[in-house]
């Protein structure tokens, strides 16, 4: 009975020392993942509310990484069951077959709206392209802690990020030359 | 190597993630193949790119402020106790204070033996631990966070025994101060009842045998084992807390 009055004050006053301060990684896979701020915001809530349920089986140091897992998982399964197409377009390869127009990274940078054209590309990216492109860059993990995060062998992470950089590399070359 | 499998092994190298054989080979590599070293720089600026202008989205404020909320509110939610008038809390909690102190002053009158002394500042302390919030310190059902804990705060190492297996799942453990020193309080759990052993050296180093006794609705046993007094306190049926405490002594 005094488990209910107990545990709580304490176990929430550690989960928002520990938990709480990787909000904006968790938010920043959620929106890159998702693509609206909208589903982004209820996806994190929802990790979140999980992770402080799950949060006694957590022992580890790396505590970003436990979160991000679960952020992940929260995405993969709302992706299931409201967007199940992103889940198999991800392993349409065949635009990486036809490498016409040599990527110039001088000429994007180059442009005033690089910055929004990055974006968008990335944005264009299949999903699982997304993720590790987003995990690697934007929050500079290890391809270790990518593995354990996306569920994937570390040597995947590698060949992953091969695929998602040149797939950006085309959609990039595509949009400057639009621009231009 | 050849150029492919450099390709292959260039965003290892870009990411810093190559073993340094590796690393060193496609280093010499990217020295004299202009093709490959090309490819290297364009990713190389591509990655600089994406860091640089690329958005990193933070978490909006309100956001933030949701989910603290529903977390705090989660917590207050699975309280299954419902929550007591605060008053009526005070006036229970000096109710049991004017009892405490009449029992503090009866031993004087009527010459209680030192058991029954200790035993009454053993319910105290079960008591006290229930009544303000305050059963653990620190709260692990593993032994091996729970002993260290008290490395420092005591000036003795109490055995400290996981009993999950046995039914008695090690929920924490807190200090609490009796007999005039600090001792140890190690908290157990047996479906709802809490049990307290409590563990302080013994001052004679013989072996007290064990003893069973009743004290306000609680059933206490202590014995002196391996240089230790051990209590034991629970609102737990006897035949339960016997158990238990043929657990600890066998694992003491």
Known sequence: MWKERNVPEQTVARF???????????????RWLTRNDHDAEDLVQESYLRAFKFFGSFQGANARGWLLTIVRNTCYTWFRENRPQELTTSFDENIHST???????????LQSESGQLI???????????????????????????????????????????????????QHLTKLVNKEC | MTCTDIQAAIHGYLDGELDAVRNLEVEQHLQHCAVCSQTYKADQTLQGAIKTV??????PADLRKRIQSSIRQGDKSERVVPAMPWRWLAVAASVVFVVILAWALVPSRYGLDAEQ????EVVSSHVRSLMVDHVADVMSSDQHTVKPWFTGKLDFSPPVKNLTNEGFPLVGSRLDYLENRAVAALVY?????VINLIIWPSSHDTYVKTKALARQGYHLVHWSQA??????????????????VRLVQASS
């Open chain 2, 189 to 193: 759990q047996r479906r709802n009842h």
């Open chain 1, 119 to 169: 974006k968008q590309a990335m944005e264009e990216l299949p999903l699982e392209f997304r993720e590790v492109l987003t995990l690697r860059e934007l929050e500079g993990l290890s391809y270790k802690e990518i593995a354990v995060i996306a569920g994937i062998p570390p040597g995947t992470v590698m060949s992953r990020l091969a695929r998602a950089r040149s797939r950006l590399k």
């Open chain 2, 54 to 59: 690329s958005q990193y989205y933070r978490a």
């Open chain 2, 227 to 244: 240089g230790m007094t051990y209590w034991v306190i629970s609102d737990l049926n006897d035949t339960e807390l016997q158990e238990f």
């Open chain 1, 99 to 109: 490498e016409a127009d040599p990527f110039d990274p001088e000429k994007l940078l």
């Open chain 1, 16 to 30: 928002e020392q520990v938990v709480l301060p990787h909000m904006d990684a968790a938010y920043n896979l959620a």
């Open chain 2, 117 to 120: 002394l200790v035993a009454q």
